[in-house]
């Protein structure tokens, strides 16, 4: 029970949360940072429910907790199979799915919210869960470039709202930020945007600029295949917010390529393609 518990007290300021307990999280949006976050918080024995639109979804988002936990349990639980297979029913166990948000936050101390990387997408969601939840419930955003003032504006509860922001793929990487103003993708963005403009201006082509930054730099991943993971949907969102935010930063001005390949439904490795192919 303590992992949420810790991150909230040492990211929220607000004396409304320093005494909190954490044990029913909602996580709404399914998708693969959500369904990591489910996993992660159900693991460390906290009752989740996780929320999306669809049922399809919900069970997909399920089954990839269950191959990530195989994963895990391949490693925690080398010589005792017996004793994953029941950590991963346990952790199971813990997971509940629902597409009804208002019943879902019900009893809930935590929401965590992994949907789409869209302002005002995350400003409608938060601003009718601030209807329908229990009055102690905190209010947590996974957003990767968005101000969490500016999400936490549509509710009536800034005291108890703050930013979770996990890294991708949650199981694996260690780091929970939740600090005003993220140190990860202030200097990792520039980096991935550079990539693009380089191949963009015929200086390389993908495969040697990812192989560069992997031999070296030693990244486990190139800036390619980690845009690819990441999903370029939410990349272009991210690219596309801060344009408007900030319209004369030629940092962000528009890549056509990515462009293209988010119109054409090449989203990365969750579609099956974007910059590479993977099937
Ligand atoms: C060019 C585009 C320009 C656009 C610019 C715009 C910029 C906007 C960007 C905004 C970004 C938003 C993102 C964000 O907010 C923050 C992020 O999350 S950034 C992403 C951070 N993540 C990384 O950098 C990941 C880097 N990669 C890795 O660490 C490894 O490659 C990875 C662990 C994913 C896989 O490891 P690898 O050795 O490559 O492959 P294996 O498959 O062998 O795995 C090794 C080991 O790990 C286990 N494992 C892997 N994944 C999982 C999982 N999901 N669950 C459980 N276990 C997992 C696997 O089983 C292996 O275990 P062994 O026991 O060693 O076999
Ligand atoms: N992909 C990444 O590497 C990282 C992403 N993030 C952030 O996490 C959030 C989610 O990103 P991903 O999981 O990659 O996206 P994703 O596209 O894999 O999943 C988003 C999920 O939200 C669902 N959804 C959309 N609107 C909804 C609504 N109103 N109610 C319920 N469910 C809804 C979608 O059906 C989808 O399943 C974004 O804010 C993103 O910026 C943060 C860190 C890393």
């Given at each position: 029970m303590a992992f949420f518990a810790h991150q909230i007290r040492r990211g929220f300021s607000s004396s409304a949360v320093r005494n909190v307990v954490i044990k029913q999280v909602t996580i709404?949006?399914?998708?693969?940072?959500g369904a990591g976050i489910a996993q992660v918080a159900a693991s460390t024995g906290h009752s989740v429910t996780l929320v999306d639109t669809s049922d399809d979804i919900?069970?997909?988002?399920i089954k990839t907790i269950e191959g990530s936990?195989?994963?895990?349990?391949?490693?925690?639980?080398?010589?005792?199979?017996?004793?994953?297979?029941?950590?991963?029913?346990?952790?199971?166990?813990?997971?509940?799915?629902?597409?009804?948000?208002?019943?879902?936050?019900?009893?809930?101390?935590?929401?965590?919210?992994?949907?789409?990387?869209?302002?005002?997408?995350?400003?409608?969601?938060?601003?009718?869960?601030?209807?329908?939840?229990?009055?102690?419930?905190?209010?947590?955003?996974?957003?990767?470039?968005?101000?969490?003032s500016d999400i936490s504006s549509a509710t009536n509860r800034?005291?108890?709202?703050?930013?979770?922001?996990?890294f991708n793929p949650v199981p694996m990487m260690k780091l929970v930020e939740d600090t005003p103003g993220f140190i990860v993708n202030r200097l990792f963005v520039p980096y991935l945007y550079e990539?693009?403009?380089?191949?963009?201006?015929?200086?390389?082509?993908?495969?040697?600029?990812?192989?560069?930054?992997?031999?070296?730099v030693g990244y486990p991943?190139?800036?390619?295949?980690?845009?690819?993971y990441i999903g370029l949907d939410t990349i272009k969102f991210i690219m596309d917010g801060w344009r408007e935010m900030d319209p004369d930063n030629t940092l962000f001005a528009p890549s056509e390529l990515m462009d293209k390949l988010?119109?054409?439904?090449?989203?990365?490795?969750?579609?099956?393609?974007g910059f590479y192919k993977y099937k």
């Open positions: 709404i949006g399914g998708g693969q940072m919900l069970k997909k988002s936990l195989k994963r895990v349990v391949k490693k925690k639980f080398a010589d005792k199979p017996e004793a994953g297979e029941e950590f991963i029913q346990k952790v199971l166990k813990n997971v509940s799915t629902s597409t009804d948000v208002g019943s879902a936050v019900q009893g809930s101390d935590l929401v965590l919210e992994a949907i789409v990387e869209n302002l005002k997408i995350k400003q409608d969601l938060f601003s009718r869960l601030d209807k329908l939840a229990p009055a102690h419930t905190i209010f947590a955003s996974n957003t990767s470039s968005l101000p969490i800034l005291d108890r709202f703050g930013g979770l922001h996990f990539a693009i403009r380089l191949y963009e201006r015929g200086h390389g082509s993908k495969e040697d600029i990812d192989i560069a930054m992997k031999l070296g991943m190139g800036p390619f295949e980690l845009s690819d988010v119109a054409e439904g090449k989203l990365g490795k969750k579609t099956g393609e």
